[in-house]
């Protein structure tokens, strides 16, 4: 036995060797409610035996553990118990000896699902943030309390590249701090969640102006001066190629059929095809202003003077004027003979030749805009002794008020003195 011994260590001889690999260490005994905060670090070993059995060695061979019987919540060095499957073989030295165990208590927390969306929709579409839909919207988050601390949010990542229509995707949930980095060594229940992300085109808005539509034609002699309408202008919402198209929102047409007077109403928008138009009011007011049609027209006026001195007589060189006059074309239509006559006012005139501006007499909404000529010539003279006292007497005729003829040999004091046009 001895010779046997001998040849035996003369070619297995033992050793005392390293072992290089990184050991794991596991846990036993942890108390209910308990969980470990913090993985413990790898150790390595030392160990004496045979070579030949050293050189056999793999992690398989080893169990390293700590046992944490008895211990509660907090941080604590504990002993690491190293076993090896060949019992040829001995543990001399561990590398460390004993580790720092970080006990957390367990807890359980309801945390919101948040849906994050990456990358974007395709070109002219967009996705509707406002109605995301997450289907769990709560999941429950469990670890230790230190852990479970840190977790802000569980996300939900969904990717939208190139996306023309609604994208829904089952995705895992991550549970995520402030920052939005991944938090480790906790659990999410459930651990995936149904995302659903509308998808629609892109509209553009734009604002512009609100233009009154009529229809019929107002009553003859009048005409719409002036159309208002409120708002002035709406914003409109659509497709860009439907906007471009579109410089103005015009009304519902409102009715000016025979009117006389201001129109007013609350009509409605016309609808194009394809915009919407965003606006609390769906009419707008329309006011029609109908005013009467101005023209003008050109009138002989009879020259009547008026007010001559006792004992003189007067000679008008220009028996009618001419009086161009303006305003309503159903006024105008209204003028009769003898309503515009150019009044000459002789009071208080010595003998002799004078240029008198005569005044005309129009009916009321007749306005004069040009009197021809804007001057007449009166020669006022001493009547005879035996000429009776002057009598004006007017006389209707074409054209207007003309004077009285007298005859020609005996000119009575205050008459007219005829003279024939050109």
């Known amino acids: 036995m001895l010779v046997w011994a001998g040849l035996t260590l003369d070619r297995n001889p033992n050793a005392l060797q390293l072992f290089n690999d990184n050991i794991s260490v ?24 045979p070579q030949i059995n050293l050189s056999r060695l793999t992690l398989r061979d080893f169990v390293a553990r700590v046992d944490l019987a008895g211990i509660g919540s907090g941080s ?9 499957s060949d019992p040829a073989i001995e543990v001399v030295r561990v590398t460390p000896a004993t580790v720092s165990v970080e006990i957390d208590p367990f807890e359980i927390r309801s945390i919101d699902v948040t849906a994050r969306l990456e990358s974007t929709p ?31 949010s569980v996300v939900v990542s969904v990717s939208l590249a190139g996306a023309t229509r609604d994208v ?13 980095d991944e938090v480790p060594n906790v659990m999410i229940e459930p651990q995936t969640a149904q995302v659903n992300v509308p998808i629609t085109r892109i509209t553009s808005r734009k604002r512009v102006p609100v233009v009154a539509e009529l229809t019929g034609k107002v009553a003859p002699g009048f005409f719409v001066s002036e159309i208002s309408v409120v708002p002035t202008t709406v914003e409109i919402e659509g497709q860009p190629e439907d906007l471009e198209r579109i410089d103005a929102m015009p009304t519902s ?29 769906p009419t707008a007011r329309v006011i029609a202003v109908v005013a009467p049609l101005d023209d003008t027209t050109t009138v002989q006026a009879a020259v009547i003077t008026l007010n001559l ?34 009044e000459v006012d002789l ?41 009776p006292a002057p009598i004006n007497t007017r006389l209707i005729g074409a054209g207007g008020a003309v004077p009285t003829p007298t005859p020609a040999s005996e000119p009575q004091a205050g008459s007219i003195m005829p003279i024939a046009a050109g």
């Open 168 to 180: 829904s995707a089952q995705t895992l949930l991550v549970p995520t701090d402030r920052q939005g």
């Open 309 to 342: 001195g006792g004992g003189l007589v007067a000679a008008v060189t220009d028996p009618s004027v001419q009086v161009v006059i303006g305003g309503a074309v159903e006024g105008l239509r209204a003028i009769r003979v003898g309503d515009i006559l150019a």
């Open 347 to 387: 009071a208080n005139l010595p003998v002799g030749r004078h240029q008198i501006s005569p005044t005309i007499t129009i009916p009321p909404g007749i306005e004069v805009t040009r009197v021809t000529p804007a001057y007449v010539t009166v020669d006022v003279q001493s009547a005879p002794a035996t000429v």
């Open 26 to 49: 596991g846990i036993v005994n942890l108390g209910p409610n308990l969980v470990l905060a913090k993985s413990i670090e790898p150790i390595k070993v030392s160990v004496r035996g």
């Open 122 to 152: 395709a070109v002219g579409y967009r996705a509707e943030l406002n109605e995301v839909a997450a289907v769990p919207t709560i999941a429950q988050v469990s670890g230790g309390a230190s852990d479970v601390a840190k977790v802000a």
């Open 76 to 84: 604590q060095q504990v002993p690491v118990i190293v076993q090896i």
């Open 253 to 281: 047409p409102l009715a000016v059929s025979g009117a006389r007077g201001d129109v007013e109403a609350e009509v409605a928008f016309a609808r194009p095809v394809g915009v919407t138009i965003l606006s609390d009011r």
